[in-house]
């Protein structure tokens, strides 16, 4: 890993970022995501996420919309 990681930084950052720190979540938790999201708009909650600067682009915070989406989150 420590070998690696200098010569292929994105490829590692990437690996953190979707792999080694991804969570699963349970129904239980589902059902509180969804509670949290439930009075926000895609555009509010678009907004919050880009100034929040959680995640690096613009087309992640879309993908992340996508995907709460997808699993009736929103």
């Known amino acids: 890993y420590e070998l690696a990681k200098p010569m292929f930084p994105a490829c590692f950052k990437a690996f953190v ?6 969570r699963t979540f349970s129904k239980q938790e589902m059902k509180v995501l969804r509670m949290l999201v439930k009075d926000k708009s895609d555009g509010l909650l678009k907004a919050d996420l880009l100034e929040a600067g959680v995640f690096d682009t613009k087309r ?5 919309i ?3 989406r997808e699993e009736c989150i929103l």
């Open 17 to 22: 970022d979707y792999r080694f720190e991804a």
């Open 60 to 64: 992640e915070v879309d993908e992340f």
């Open 66 to 68: 996508t995907k709460l």
